[in-house]
């Protein structure tokens, strides 16, 4: 597991399988867009603000992966996607690469309704 992963899991941010990364958000409920982190902690999905070294900021969003719809997902080297509806509002994001672990727990997780 890279040592991002591992610093997230060990700061209490991601459970210990470590479906943290960055990633550019392209759209959030209030169309914010930036970049955040991305944790996984049990069922729920929490977002934070990072800044360009990926220092962990406050967080933006908590969205509870077992009530997602419309999930999509495209991971592909030249084109990432992460994509969902959470009680009405869309969430998007793109520019990741080399997550495939932590999307499949997302994946996962939306699956376990």
């Known amino acids: 597991m890279p040592k991002f992963q591992d610093k997230l899991i060990a700061d209490g941010?991601?459970?210990?399988?470590?479906?943290?990364?960055?990633?550019?958000?392209?759209k959030l409920?209030?169309?914010e867009y930036g970049m955040v982190a991305l944790c996984v902690n049990g069922s729920k999905l929490n977002l934070y603000d990072?800044?360009?070294?990926?220092?962990?900021?406050e967080l933006l969003y908590t969205v509870d992966l077992k009530q997602i719809e419309s999930l999509k997902i495209r991971a592909g080297i030249f084109s990432q996607m992460l994509k969902f509806v959470y009680n009405g509002s869309t969430y998007s994001f793109t520019n990741f690469v080399?997550?495939?672990p932590a999307l499949?727990?997302?994946e996962e997780e939306a699956?376990?309704?």
């Open 13 to 26: 941010y991601c459970d210990n399988r470590g479906a943290g990364f960055c990633a550019t958000a392209t």
């Open 29 to 31: 409920p209030k169309d």
């Open 50 to 57: 990072v800044d360009m070294r990926n220092n962990i900021g």
């Open 98 to 100: 080399g997550v495939k």
């Open 104 to 106: 499949k727990v997302i």
């Open 111 to 113: 699956k376990n309704r």
